[in-house]
């Protein structure tokens, strides 16, 4: 079956822009995560999804950083103001359950470069 | 807070040798722990978990990886390498009990030369 798709798959932008990035989880998967990789450094966690609410979103940098699932599957992050700093590939995860053993299966990433 | 280190950022090796990437983790609870394996132009992929029981996890490509809790280390082992198992290798961990989200070491980039 399909497995997490991410659009787009490379956004170029100014500084101060807005932009928005969006993943599409394996159907029926309930959770859902993003991670930011930065060059030469491993996935860091941002955002879990449970259903629609976010259940842990303490990775977030700053308050320009914000995630939505209105209806419990595809997924938006949206950052404001971009910063050079935010430059990097945007990763996102979904798993089946709710538990930490469950597997997550990462989509290929988008990747971000302000300018 | 947990933390995972993988020491060697880069290991090259010849094909058909064995190979040990290395990765320690600090936690002050119980953890659970992940390799996932990125091949060139391609998303993270799991490679092998521990969650419980045997302490030595294998995969379906000859990896394996021994949970030493002494030693707070998760070793990924394999006794011969292909050229096909290049690719950057990723150490994670998750709390049991906890929030269900990954913390990832840096990677090690495992380059297979003929």
């Known amino acids: 079956g399909a497995g997490v798709s991410q659009t787009p798959s490379n956004k170029v932008t100014e500084k101060g822009k807005y932009v928005e990035l969006r993943c599409d989880p394996i159907?029926?998967?309930?959770?859902l995560y993003w991670y930011r990789q930065s060059l030469g450094q491993g996935p860091e966690f941002l955002i879990y999804?449970?259903?629609?609410?976010?259940?842990?979103d303490s990775g977030l940098p700053n308050d320009r950083f914000f995630a939505v699932r209105p209806e419990g599957s595809v997924s938006t992050l949206k950052i404001q103001r971009t910063e050079r700093g935010d430059s990097a590939v945007y990763l996102c995860?979904?798993?089946?359950?709710?538990?930490?053993?469950?597997?997550?299966?990462f989509g290929p990433g988008t990747r971000l470069t302000v300018l | 807070a947990q933390s995972v280190t993988q020491l060697d950022s880069q290991v090259p090796v010849f094909e058909e040798a064995p190979v040990e990437l290395r990765c320690n983790y600090s936690?002050?609870?119980?953890?659970?722990l992940f390799w996932y394996v990125q091949y060139p132009n391609q998303g993270l992929q799991l490679l092998l978990k521990?969650?419980?029981?045997?302490?030595l996890v294998e995969s379906i490509n000859g990896f394996e990886a021994e949970f030493n809790k002494s030693q707070t280390s998760f070793h990924l082992r394999k006794p011969s390498v292909h050229i096909s198992d290049t690719a950057e290798y990723f150490c994670?961990?998750?709390?049991?009990?906890?929030?269900?989200?990954?913390?990832f070491g840096k990677g090690t980039k495992l380059t297979v030369n003929p």
């Open positions: 995860a979904s798993s089946a359950g709710t538990s930490p053993t469950d597997t997550q299966y």
């Open positions: 159907s029926g998967h309930t959770a």
């Open positions: 999804f449970q259903g629609t609410g976010a259940a842990d």
């Open positions: 936690s002050s609870v119980s953890v659970y």
């Open positions: 521990y969650l419980s029981g045997s302490t």
């Open positions: 994670a961990v998750t709390l049991q009990g906890g929030s269900e989200k990954l913390v």
